[in-house]
């Protein structure tokens, strides 16, 4: 019997670029005409908004008064003139012609994504809905702040407000309910927390505004796929999501509060809660001519002032201001890589700020210093709670980066994050020794001539913002060149260090015998990885241990105390017994545990020879493909989706993660949050790779594309070395697209395994499931000894169906091959089984061991 393939993929020739640019272009071109004919409501906003800035920018006055008169929103443009239409008129147009830059993009990117996501009607009924339960809902608030008597509502009671950015958040915020759980969860999050950042800190009507509508378009989309939709598929857990994307997430907040206080700097006289942090770095200069006249005439308070203000005068002070917010942006970049200094450097500077706060808004009035506020009238009550929440808020973020800190790998470099904290405190000391230094050589450019005890006591100032100075009285003041010089850039040139130390850390720059442990292990492997499982040593999160020739290796990890060597040890098969027994030696002398996971029935003479034991704990389905064949009656299954697929115009293409494009990258991590998102346990790691795994350029991948180029399916094969060649694949990730047709991961494997056929290939592993093996197997294991880890396999089971992975693989007619789990201690294999918990979910906590209980009773 025959059957019909799906074609082999192919590797272009190297003649054929041009001819691919010309396909790209064509179907950029076939795209983007799809799109433009698909958002018809899109393009109407975008007219209205072109032909109105023009209309500006020929009739200027006469049409501005228009706007802000009759047009605009307010409380009292509502309620007291009774301009029931200004909700609808002013989100229509944009306040300025010149704004009509930035709305135009943002109109045809945002609102033109919801309306392809909700369709054309649905989008007009929530783009007015959102607009008009934006201004109602928003002057009901503040008629709430009006009758509270609070200042700030009274303020903008009169405030004109043309934004057209209302109703396209609120739109954005509907339409993310029609959006797959990835791309729905960054929407609202990020959406909800730019919101935010703009009310907290700036505080103007329009920020209040943008949030109702967002909360108002938020319900309506809901409301509206529960009712198109009820199926269980659709109301998936949002709260869990993968490791990588709770970084992303939690870099995008420490960027955001980044972000913060440049809206004050920018809108000083905004009214957000959040407004005395973000004071704290505007600049707020006095004049340097000013204090030379003070200086000629002599002190008085008002010239003590002068001095404050001018002393910040220059580019210096102001980098000061700038830089401690770029450390937190390159904070932000790093705990998106999974740097764990970047996140105890996220922490120290949002503690800096508070300390800044406390000491700026609590010691210092209690000492009797002047601040920029009138506290009289009432004020003082409502002042104080936005002061509360700028001290709170960079604490409690601090405190949310601190919980999260299991999701962030251990440093490849063992004590990366102390090793940065004390290159910081070294280059802290060494630069203030020298400014000491040189201002004491320039003591007389200052006025009055310095000492040393007066540079100690002013050296703090030298690296605060500049907001915190300006309130401070002078103690002392430089008037020469030199000592101005030496006084303005001591402060940047402490943070410039923090910034090159924060950007080789995040980096993993590291020096000495640590640097080339990564090459070490590429190189062992391209003699000869033992054991297909081999190239996970390679993965972030492991230790290195070296033998003192560098000949041998050992990848492992620590958790709960002991040691969990994974896999065989790298190196020649003779040095395997001497590293065994060196790493043995290396751990206790550390107070470790140590044990091999999933090393394979060929160690059992070694390990024999050390007095240690072998427990299975897991089976290796590994196929020949070079006696593959799709033939006979136990591959009907195999036969019915590759037929199924060449049916349905579903193609396989092996590839790898660098030479994906940028909306295939999206597709994958789309599919992969959908999939982690149906768990009730958080994201696996340890032998079970993620998508940070699959951006090594060595590992292979095998995507499944529909006619239409969606991503229907993805799996990612690392490779076993033997001679710096490549012998086998091994399956690692595997994920599918919902929704995506039955078979379609039996597809996409036997199309790698044929192609592994036709490039040579020795072994095809479809990996090993942990806690898991078929019947015979398991029919020797000791029973108290199987039981430590078989009760973590049962629970696992409902939730991972580690045993139902077994199962599938058997359709490839697989030769199963054992793994085992040595040990030299019986008496610790309970610890051993926790820490394999701890191991694969590093988030593992007591109301997940609960339901472990409850699930294997």
Same mark, same amino acid.
């Given at each position: 019997?025959?059957?019909?393939?799906a074609?082999?993929?192919?590797?272009?020739?190297?003649?054929?670029?041009?001819?691919?640019?010309?396909?790209?272009?064509?179907?950029?071109?076939?795209?983007?005409?799809?799109?433009?004919?698909?958002?018809?409501?899109?393009?109407?906003?975008?007219?209205?908004a072109?032909?109105?800035?023009?209309?500006?920018?020929?009739?200027?006055?006469?049409?501005?008064?228009?706007?802000?008169?009759?047009l605009?929103?307010?409380?009292?443009?509502?309620?007291?003139?009774?301009?029931?239409?200004?909700?609808?008129?002013?989100?229509?147009?944009?306040?300025?012609?010149?704004?009509?830059?930035?709305?135009?993009?943002?109109?045809l990117?945002?609102?033109?994504?919801?309306?392809?996501?909700?369709g +054309?009607?649905?989008?007009?009924?929530?783009?007015?809905?959102?607009?008009?339960?934006?201004g109602?809902?928003?002057?009901?608030?503040?008629?709430?702040?009006?009758?509270?008597?609070?200042?700030?509502?009274?303020?903008v009671?009169?405030?004109?407000?043309?934004?057209?950015?209302?109703?396209?958040?609120?739109?954005?915020?509907?339409?993310?309910?029609?959006?797959?759980?990835?791309?729905?969860?960054?929407?609202?999050?990020?959406?909800?927390?730019?919101?935010?950042?703009?009310?907290?800190?700036?505080?103007?009507?329009?920020?209040?505004?943008?949030?109702i509508?967002?909360?108002?378009?938020?319900?309506?989309?809901?409301?509206? +796929?529960?009712?198109?939709?009820?199926?269980?598929?659709?109301?998936?857990?949002?709260t869990?999501?993968?490791?990588?994307?709770?970084?992303?997430?939690?870099?995008?907040?420490?960027?955001i509060?980044? *972000?913060?206080?440049?809206?004050?700097?920018?809108?000083?006289?905004?009214?957000?809660?959040?407004?005395?942090?973000?004071?704290?770095?505007?600049?707020?200069?006095?004049? @340097?001519?000013?204090?030379?006249?003070?200086?000629?005439?002599?002190?008085?308070?008002?010239?003590?002032?002068?001095?404050?203000?001018?002393?910040?005068?220059?580019?210096?002070p102001?980098?000061?201001?700038?830089?401690?917010? *770029?450390?937190?942006?390159?904070?932000?970049?790093?705990?998106?890589?999974?740097?764990?200094?970047?996140?105890?450097?996220?922490?120290?500077?949002?503690?800096?700020l508070?300390v800044?706060?406390?000491?700026?808004?609590?010691?210092?009035?209690?000492?009797?210093?002047?601040?920029?506020?009138?506290?009289?009238?009432?004020?003082?009550?409502?002042?104080?709670?936005? *002061?509360?929440?700028?001290?709170?808020?960079?604490?409690?973020?601090?405190?949310?980066?601190?919980?999260?800190?299991?999701?962030?790998?251990t440093?490849?470099?063992?004590?990366?994050?102390?090793?940065?904290?004390?290159?910081?405190?070294?280059?802290?000391?060494?630069?203030?020794? *020298?400014?000491?230094?040189?201002?004491?050589?320039?003591?007389?450019?200052?006025?009055?001539?310095?000492s040393?005890?007066?540079?100690? +006591?002013?050296?703090?100032e030298?690296?605060?913002?500049?907001?915190?100075?300006?309130?401070?009285?002078?103690?002392?003041?430089p @008037?020469?060149?030199?000592?101005?010089?030496?006084?303005?850039?001591?402060?940047?040139?402490?943070?410039?260090?923090?910034?090159?130390?924060?950007?080789?850390?995040?980096?993993?720059v590291?020096?000495?015998?640590?640097?080339?442990?990564?090459?070490?292990?590429?190189?062992?492997?391209?003699?000869?990885?033992?054991?297909?499982?081999?190239?996970?040593?390679?993965?972030?999160?492991?230790h290195?241990?070296?033998?003192?020739?560098?000949?041998?290796?050992?990848?492992?990890?620590?958790?709960?105390?002991?040691?969990?060597?994974?896999?065989?040890?790298?190196?020649?098969?003779?040095?395997?017994?001497?590293?065994?027994?060196?790493?043995?030696?290396?751990?206790?002398?550390?107070?470790?545990?140590?044990?091999?996971?999933?090393?394979?029935?060929?160690?059992?003479?070694v390990?024999?020879?050390?007095?240690?034991?072998?427990?299975?704990?897991?089976?290796?389905?590994?196929?020949?493909?070079?006696?593959?064949?799709? =033939?006979?009656?136990?591959?009907?299954?195999?036969?019915?989706?590759?037929?199924?697929?060449?049916?349905?115009?579903?193609?396989?293409?092996?590839?790898?993660?660098?030479?994906?494009?940028?909306?295939?990258?999206? =597709?994958?991590?789309?599919?992969?949050?959908?999939?982690?998102?149906?768990?009730?346990?958080?994201?696996?790691?340890?032998?079970?790779?993620?998508?940070?795994?699959?951006?090594?350029?060595?590992?292979?991948?095998?995507?499944?594309?529909?006619?239409s180029?969606?991503?229907?399916?993805?799996?990612?094969w690392?490779?076993t070395?033997?001679d710096?060649?490549?012998?086998?694949?091994?399956?690692?990730?595997?994920?599918?697209r =919902?929704?995506?047709?039955?078979?379609?991961?039996?597809?996409?494997?036997?199309?790698?395994?044929?192609?592994?056929?036709?490039?040579?290939?020795?072994?095809?592993?479809?990996?090993?499931?942990?806690?898991?093996?078929?019947?015979?197997?398991?029919?020797?294991?000791?029973?108290?000894?199987?039981?430590?880890?078989g009760?973590?396999?049962?629970?696992?089971?409902?939730?991972?169906?580690?045993?139902?992975?077994?199962?599938?693989?058997?359709?490839?007619?697989?030769?199963?091959?054992?793994?085992?789990?040595?040990?030299?201690?019986?008496?610790?294999l309970?610890?051993?089984?926790?820490a394999?918990?701890?191991?694969?979910?590093?988030?593992?906590?007591?109301?997940?061991?609960?339901?472990?209980?409850?699930?294997?009773?």
């Amino acid at each position: 019997m025959t059957t019909s393939l799906a074609p082999r993929p192919t590797v272009a020739p190297s003649g054929a670029p041009s001819e691919r640019a010309r396909r790209r272009l064509r179907r950029f071109e076939s795209w983007l005409g799809r799109w433009a004919s698909s958002i018809p409501f899109t393009w109407t906003i975008a007219g209205v908004a072109t032909v109105v800035s023009v209309l500006q920018l020929v009739f200027h006055a006469s049409l501005y008064r228009i706007l802000d008169g009759v047009l605009s929103q307010s409380f009292d443009s509502v309620v007291t003139q009774h301009h029931w239409f200004a909700p609808v008129t002013s989100v229509l147009i944009g306040a300025r012609a010149l704004h009509i830059v930035v709305l135009l993009p943002l109109i045809l990117v945002v609102l033109g994504a919801a309306e392809r996501l909700m369709g +054309t009607w649905r989008t007009i009924v929530v783009y007015l809905s959102v607009a008009i339960l934006g201004g109602i809902l928003g002057v009901l608030v503040e008629g709430i702040g009006l009758w509270l008597g609070l200042i700030a509502a009274e303020q903008v009671r009169s405030q004109a407000t043309i934004d057209p950015v209302i109703p396209i958040v609120g739109t954005i915020m509907a339409a993310s309910a029609f959006t797959g759980p990835l791309l729905r969860r960054r929407i609202r999050l990020l959406g909800f927390a730019g919101l935010l950042m703009f009310v907290l800190y700036s505080g103007e009507p329009r920020d209040l505004y943008r949030v109702i509508a967002a909360v108002a378009g938020l319900i309506i989309g809901s409301l509206w +796929t529960r009712r198109v939709n009820r199926t269980p598929a659709t109301r998936l857990n949002l709260t869990r999501s993968s490791h990588r994307e709770r970084r992303s997430l939690l870099a995008a907040l420490v960027a955001i509060t980044a *972000v913060g206080p440049l809206i004050t700097i920018i809108t000083p006289s905004g009214f957000g809660p959040l407004q005395p942090l973000g004071l704290l770095f505007r600049d707020t200069l006095g004049s @340097v001519a000013g204090a030379g006249d003070c200086a000629a005439v002599g002190y008085s308070d008002a010239c003590a002032d002068s001095f404050s203000l001018a002393r910040l005068d220059g580019p210096g002070p102001v980098l000061v201001t700038v830089l401690p917010l *770029v450390v937190l942006v390159i904070a932000a970049i790093g705990i998106l890589r999974g740097r764990r200094v970047a996140l105890w450097l996220a922490v120290s500077v949002n503690v800096f700020l508070s300390v800044l706060g406390i000491a700026y808004y609590g010691v210092l009035p209690a000492l009797g210093a002047n601040t920029f506020f009138d506290l009289s009238n009432g004020q003082f009550d409502q002042y104080s709670i936005s *002061v509360i929440i700028s001290i709170a808020l960079p604490l409690v973020i601090a405190a949310l980066l601190i919980v999260n800190l299991r999701i962030f790998p251990t440093e490849f470099s063992e004590g990366a994050t102390p090793r940065f904290f004390l290159g910081v405190g070294v280059a802290f000391i060494v630069i203030a020794l *020298v400014y000491l230094a040189l201002a004491l050589m320039f003591r007389a450019q200052f006025d009055p001539v310095v000492s040393l005890s007066d540079l100690l +006591t002013d050296l703090p100032e030298r690296f605060m913002p500049v907001g915190f100075l300006s309130l401070e009285r002078v103690d002392v003041f430089p @008037v020469g060149d030199a000592a101005r010089f030496v006084y303005g850039w001591v402060g940047p040139a402490f943070w410039f260090s923090v910034i090159v130390g924060a950007i080789l850390s995040i980096s993993h720059v590291r020096l000495g015998s640590a640097a080339n442990a990564t090459a070490i292990i590429r190189s062992l492997l391209y003699r000869g990885g033992r054991g297909s499982l081999s190239w996970m040593a390679t993965w972030p999160g492991n230790h290195y241990w070296f033998s003192d020739g560098r000949t041998s290796a050992v990848a492992y990890r620590v958790v709960n105390g002991v040691a969990i060597a994974l896999g065989e040890p790298l190196g020649e098969p003779d040095d395997r017994a001497d590293a065994i027994r060196h790493f043995t030696v290396f751990c206790t002398n550390h107070g470790w545990t140590p044990v091999f996971y999933v090393v394979s029935g060929a160690m059992q003479p070694v390990f024999d020879e050390l007095q240690w034991s072998l427990l299975q704990i897991a089976e290796e389905a590994t196929i020949d493909p070079r006696a593959f064949s799709l =033939q006979g009656r136990r591959m009907q299954d195999i036969r019915t989706s590759i037929n199924k697929a060449v049916k349905t115009g579903v193609r396989a293409e092996l590839t790898a993660y660098h030479n994906l494009t940028l909306p295939q990258i999206a =597709q994958i991590r789309d599919i992969s949050e959908g999939w982690i998102a149906e768990k009730d346990l958080p994201e696996m790691g340890f032998t079970l790779g993620g998508v940070d795994e699959l951006t090594d350029p060595e590992v292979t991948l095998t995507l499944a594309f529909d006619d239409s180029g969606t991503i229907l399916a993805v799996t990612s094969w690392l490779p076993t070395y033997r001679d710096s060649q490549v012998i086998g694949w091994t399956l690692d990730f595997m994920r599918r697209r =919902q929704g995506a047709m039955n078979g379609i991961m039996e597809f996409t494997i036997a199309e790698t395994v044929l192609a592994a056929r036709d490039a040579g290939l020795e072994f095809v592993s479809l990996s090993a499931a942990p806690l898991a093996h078929t019947e015979s197997a398991g029919a020797g294991q000791e029973g108290a000894r199987a039981a430590v880890l078989g009760v973590l396999g049962r629970a696992l089971e409902p939730i991972y169906g580690f045993r139902s992975l077994l199962v599938f693989k058997q359709k490839f007619r697989p030769r199963n091959v054992p793994l085992y789990l040595a040990y030299a201690d019986p008496l610790s294999l309970p610890a051993v089984g926790v820490a394999l918990t701890r191991a694969y979910v590093p988030t593992f906590s007591a109301r997940h061991a609960l339901g472990f209980l409850s699930r294997s009773a």
